[in-house]
C-alpha cells in the first residue's frame, strides 16, 4: 500500500492538474450492467481478481458468492474511495452523488477505524474534503444501476467487507509484473481493454494475465459503446487472435443495441 504522504501528493497534483496520468478521475459508482454480467456466470466459491474502481465489482463479487477477492486499478486513489464507500454505506448511503461535502464531513467525524489502512484514509478523505471545490470533484459522475437492488443489501455487503480485509495492488496491466503465488478462477477487467487497444499493450496485458489464470478460469471484458460498434469489433477481433492460443472463446451478454457486452475467455 502507498504510504499517505503520497497519496496526499498526488491528490494534488491531480487537483493542480500538474499530474499527467491517464486515468486521475474516481469513478463515483459502475457504469455498467453488472446484474446482467453476474446472471451470467457462476462465481460461486471461486478465487477472484477484479479491477477496484468504483467497488461495485467487489460488491457484487461477494453478493454472487465468490470465495476470496483481490482487487487492482491503475488508480491509487480508488483504495482510499473504498473506505469512504464502506463508511457511506455505514450510513445507508448508497450513491455519493446524494450527498454534498458538508454531509460527508459529517460521517467522517463519527467513523471508528478498525485498522491503519483505514485511520489513514480517513486522515486522507479530511484532508480532500476541505481542499476540494465543486468543479474539482475527483468522482466521474456514473449513472449508477444498483440504487434499488443494493438498497436492501447494504448490511450484507458491509458484512463481507468487514470479514474480508481488502487485497489492493496498484497495477498498470499494460506495464510488466508479477504476483506471487497468486491464482484465479475469474480475472474480471471490465472495460479497461478498451482503453489499451493496440496490439503490442494487448501482449503485456496477456503476459501478465496468463500466469495468474488456473486452467479452465475465465478472463472476462467488458467492451461499452465508447466507439462506434465497427470499432468495438475490430478491438474485439484483435483480442481474439492473441487469445486463441491459450482461451476458448464466449460472448455471455450483449445489450438489445449491441453497444454493450462481455466477453469471455475461458483458460484451455
Known sequence: MRSLEEDIKYVNEVLNHTCYDE?????????????????????????????LSSSDYLYM?????????DT???NPLTYRYYFLRKWLLQNKIIDINMVDFNDIKEILKKVNYTSESEKESLLFWK???????DSDLLFTPCFNRFN??????????????????????NLNLCKQFKLQNKAYDFVFLSN???????KENLEIVLNNLLPLIKPNGSLVCAHVGFYSNEDMESTISVEKELLENYFTYDRIYCSDSNEFSYYRYIRK
Open 127 to 133: 484532508y480532500v474534503l476541505n481542499i476540494l471545490k
Open 72 to 74: 487492482f486499478d491503475i
Open 148 to 169: 434499488e437492488y443494493y438498497k436492501d443489501k447494504i448490511d450484507l455487503i458491509l458484512k463481507y467487507l468487514n470479514l474480508n480485509k481488502l487485497t489492493f495492488y
Open 61 to 69: 463479487a461477494y453478493l454472487n458468492g465468490a470465495r476470496y477477492v
Open 192 to 198: 479497461i481493454l478498451d482503453y489499451n487497444r493496440k
Open 23 to 51: 486515468f486521475p478521475k474516481i469513478y463515483s459508482n459502475t457504469n455498467e450492467n453488472l446484474l446482467a454480467l453476474f446472471n451470467n456466470i457462476d462465481i460461486h466459491d471461486k478465487d477472484i481478481l477484479t479491477v
